[in-house]
């Protein structure tokens, strides 16, 4: 079966703190990972990592895939309250026949940012 | 340009109810995708489309149905809802290109 897991489940840390937030996964016909950030509503994209391993970044937020350990982290400087989300792993599978690729979730990283 | 659209955005249905959520999206994409969200459980597959005219089950299809009516909708039917339905559902959808997917605002379903 395939899973994703995410930790910690919860964070709780002040403005401009740094945060690391985990990703690992054990799955079959792995294709890539995605980050994304969810507010109140949908989830919005934030990176996409293949097992080229090249870091991404943007702005205070930047994220790295360790293709031979099999897991990624998210990391965020200088924390601000407008941080403060559910963060969302994803790995994509790779497509089978005749279908789509699928993407399978982690349960999230609840972050919250205070002032 | 309005992205991915969904409708309605709240629900409340009583057990043994129907109903349809709909799903539209205006960005030519190929695939689109329902999914549920129930706290602390992250997202859940329920079915999907690689393209018009297939669908394919997810992860957790039991009591849905959907359609891929053309292109742009992808509508996921509750035939006799259940209290364990009760959740988020959220569409989404995605180019051939790119491994992003856009997701839609979502409904919340409340089954009692």
């Known amino acids: 079966e395939d899973k994703v897991v995410q930790s910690p489940l919860s964070l709780v840390v002040h403005e401009g703190d740094t945060v690391t937030l985990n990703c690992s996964y054990e799955v079959t016909n792995f294709r890539s990972l995605l980050w994304y950030k969810q507010e109140k509503k949908a989830p919005t994209f934030l990176f996409m990592l293949t097992s080229s391993g090249i870091e991404k970044k943007s702005g205070r937020l930047s994220s790295i895939l360790d293709k031979k350990e099999l897991f990624s982290i998210l990391n965020i400087t200088a924390t601000q309250t407008g941080d403060s989300a559910i963060y969302l792993c994803a790995v994509v599978l790779l497509k089978t026949q005749g279908g789509s690729e699928k993407l399978v979730f982690g349960k999230g990283t609840k972050l919250t940012v205070n002032p | 340009n309005a992205g991915v659209t969904q409708t309605p955005k709240f629900q409340v249905l009583k057990t043994g109810q129907s109903m349809t959520l709909q799903c539209a999206q205006d960005?030519?994409?190929?695939?689109m995708y329902w999914y549920r969200q129930d706290p602390g459980m992250g997202l859940r597959l329920i079915y999907y489309s690689a393209s018009e005219g297939t669908t394919d089950k997810g992860e957790v299809p039991n009591g849905y149905n959907v359609s891929r009516l053309n292109k742009r909708e992808f509508s996921l039917r509750l035939e006799s809802a259940a209290p364990s339905q009760t959740s988020v559902y959220f569409c989404?959808?995605?180019?051939?290109?790119?491994?992003?997917?856009?997701f839609g605002p979502g409904t919340r379903l409340t089954v009692t």
């Open positions: 960005m030519n994409h190929n695939s």
């Open positions: 989404a959808s995605r180019t051939g290109v790119s491994y992003e997917q856009y």
